[in-house]
């Protein structure tokens, strides 16, 4: 079946400039999970939604990014006034999302990031 | 916070050797230790996991160890071939559903 996909895989953009990362689950997956991988690093942790609302959105690094799940399946990560440091791939993880138990994270490609 | 320690950074091998990557972890209370394989221009994926009430789980040449006291975790690969090489991601679950990334090995398994 399908799995996770993000759209688009690359995103170039110039640094001030407001960017939209999309990232479709899998079919049923309630939970969904952004993370960014910085180069030679493991993915960090930005936020996590449980159905349309974000249940732990500590992992935002600033008020310039933030995410929205409106309908419970899509998410956007949206980031403005980008900054160079800001360039990194972006990753999206969808889970069944039972409550009280840890659900298998499935990631997808990701999106990479530039900001000149 | 949790804090994921991971080594070594690479690693190279010959095909038909084993190949171990090694993990420690700060946050006592974290219960669940995946690793993730991850492919260039692909995201990670899970490759095996490991519960803390489990000392050893074992998948066909894949093996994780835990040591809880110590606070560390082994991912154990045996008959190493050149498709396994990639980056590997160990990680500790804070709460049910935060995981905290290790910094990677890239494995190269030269034929």
């Known amino acids: 079946g399908a799995g996770v996909s993000q759209t688009p895989s690359n995103k170039v953009t110039e640094k001030g400039k407001y960017v939209e990362l999309r990232c479709d689950p899998i079919s049923g997956h309630t939970a969904l999970y952004w993370y960014r991988q910085s180069l030679g690093q493991g993915p960090e942790f930005l936020i996590y939604?449980?159905?349309?609302?974000?249940?732990?959105d500590s992992g935002l690094p600033n008020d310039r990014f933030f995410a929205v799940r409106p309908e419970g399946s899509v998410s956007t990560l949206k980031i403005q006034r980008t900054e160079r440091g800001d360039s990194a791939v972006y990753l999206c993880?969808?889970?069944?999302?039972?409550?009280?138990?840890?659900?298998?994270?499935?990631f997808g490609p990701g999106t990479r990031l530039t900001v000149l | 916070g949790e804090n994921v320690e991971q080594h070594p950074s690479t690693l190279s091998v010959q095909e038909g050797d084993s190949a171990v990557i090694k993990c420690t972890y700060s946050d006592s209370a974290s219960n669940y230790f995946p690793w993730y394989k991850q492919e260039l221009g692909k995201g990670p994926q899970l490759i095996i996991d490991?519960?803390?009430?489990?000392g050893e789980k074992k998948d066909q040449r894949i093996a994780v160890t835990l040591n809880k006291t110590a606070k560390h975790f082994s991912l154990h690969i045996t008959e190493t071939q050149p498709e396994d090489s990639a980056v590997y991601f160990c990680?500790?679950?804070?709460?049910?559903?935060?995981?905290?990334f290790g910094t990677g090995t890239r494995l190269q398994v030269f034929p």
């Open positions: 490991i519960r803390s009430n489990v």
């Open positions: 990680a500790a679950l804070r709460g049910t559903d935060k995981l905290i």
């Open positions: 939604f449980q159905g349309t609302g974000a249940a732990d």
């Open positions: 993880a969808s889970s069944t999302g039972v409550p009280g138990l840890y659900n298998e994270q499935f």
